[in-house]
């Protein structure tokens, strides 16, 4: 398996690079979301989040409401730019993000632990919150760990040792680290 994207991704696959300014402007959605579920003691929130999150990691921003509005609306009328990064690790923290929404979920939903619950939102909005303000991607860097100790195996992300790397041999093919046409 490699990490290099070669024609027209799938529906069902995520993006390789990603847009780190789109991760960070969704986790700040995510923060919201979150803090309003706790604040204004809304455990039905934690269904949207989980939906988000499942949306994500399954088909990159294409079918999560959250991602469509930061790319289609937020980033272009704010005039932020694309910054890319490898997308694996950013699949991986959106994984680890969906599984303490959906443990949100169904500790509130299912069984009524909203207490429990919030505690395990907290987490989230802890991560989100770090990636959102400081641009420090904790399940990425859990990620980096697991590639290191080698449980994630180096295939999966070629890229992720040294993404600068890959810009220069995009670069030397005349492309951006999208796959795109660089400008003449």
Same mark, same amino acid.
């Given at each position: 398996?490699?990490?290099?994207?070669?024609?027209?991704?799938? %529906?069902?696959?995520?993006?390789?690079?990603?847009?780190?300014?789109?991760?960070?402007? $969704?986790? @700040?959605? $995510?923060?919201?979301?979150?803090?309003?579920?706790? $604040?204004?003691?809304?455990?039905?929130?934690?269904?949207?989040?989980?939906?988000?999150?499942?949306?994500?990691?399954?088909?990159?921003? *294409?079918?999560?409401?959250? =991602?469509?509005?930061?790319?289609?609306?937020?980033?272009?009328?704010?005039?932020?730019?694309?910054?890319? $990064? #490898?997308?694996?690790?950013? *699949?991986?923290? #959106?994984?680890?993000? !969906?599984?303490?929404?959906? /443990?949100?979920?169904?500790?509130?939903?299912? %069984?009524?632990?909203?207490? =429990?619950?919030?505690?395990?939102?907290?987490?989230?909005?802890? #991560?989100?919150?770090?990636?959102?303000?400081?641009?420090?991607?904790?399940?990425?860097?859990? %990620?980096? &760990?697991? +590639?290191?100790? @080698?449980? &994630?195996?180096?295939?999966?992300?070629?890229?992720?040792?040294?993404?600068?790397? *890959? #810009?220069? *041999? +995009?670069?030397?093919? !005349?492309?951006?680290?999208?796959? /795109?046409?660089?400008?003449?």
């Amino acid at each position: 398996m490699t990490s290099v994207t070669q024609g027209k991704p799938g %529906f069902f696959s995520f993006p390789h690079p990603f847009n780190e300014n789109a991760a960070r402007a $969704v986790s @700040g959605g $995510v923060v919201l979301m979150a803090a309003s579920a706790i $604040v204004f003691d809304q455990p039905w929130i934690t269904i949207l989040l989980t939906y988000g999150y499942i949306a994500r990691i399954a088909t990159g921003p *294409r079918l999560s409401p959250l =991602a469509i509005l930061v790319n289609k609306v937020v980033l272009p009328k704010l005039g932020i730019p694309n910054k890319p $990064v #490898a997308g694996p690790p950013k *699949r991986f923290a #959106a994984t680890v993000g !969906g599984a303490f929404s959906l /443990t949100a979920a169904v500790l509130s939903l299912g %069984f009524g632990l909203h207490g =429990a619950a919030y505690a395990v939102l907290g987490g989230l909005i802890f #991560a989100a919150g770090l990636e959102s303000i400081f641009g420090y991607c904790l399940g990425c860097k859990i %990620f980096s &760990i697991l +590639m290191k100790i @080698g449980i &994630i195996p180096e295939s999966v992300c070629e890229d992720c040792a040294n993404f600068e790397e *890959r #810009a220069k *041999r +995009m670069a030397q093919r !005349g492309l951006r680290p999208d796959g /795109t046409q660089l400008a003449d």
